[in-house]
Nanobody, 127 residues
């Protein structure tokens, strides 16, 4: 059974960094775009970043541009989210997801285009 498992979350002070990982098992997601989403308490899930199936293009929500970097290693079936200059407003549960369609050349910000989701990892940024 296909599964996505996130890791790397934790508690960090404002200005600090964390690197999230999303490891896939049960099947290969190497031909699918991947995305990262987050959900803060009392808020809806929001798009953070996406990467095309081959890593050739990336897409970010404006609030994280210049601070977060999404990447992937298809040989390891793993997607990463490097988060620098973290702010308290970045506090949320971060989840990775796999696109429902293969070979998308531009990652999509629409959560409805993703059909595999991980359980999430908590990121807490203290001020």
């Amino acid at each position: 059974q296909a599964q996505l498992v996130e890791s790397g979350g934790g508690l960090v002070q404002a200005g600090g960094s964390l690197r999230l990982s999303c490891a896939a098992s049960g099947r290969s997601f190497s031909i699918y775009a991947m995305g990262w989403f987050r959900q803060a308490p009392g808020k809806e899930r929001e798009f953070v970043a996406a990467i095309s199936w081959n890593g050739g293009s990336t897409y970010y929500v404006d609030s994280v541009k210049g601070r977060f970097t999404i990447s992937r290693d298809n040989a390891k079936n793993t997607v990463y989210l490097q988060m620098n200059s973290l702010k308290p407003e970045d506090t949320a549960i971060y989840s990775c997801a796999a696109d429902r369609y293969p070979f998308r050349i531009v990652g999509t910000p629409s959560l409805y285009e993703y059909n595999y989701w991980g359980q999430g990892t908590q990121v807490t940024v203290s001020s």
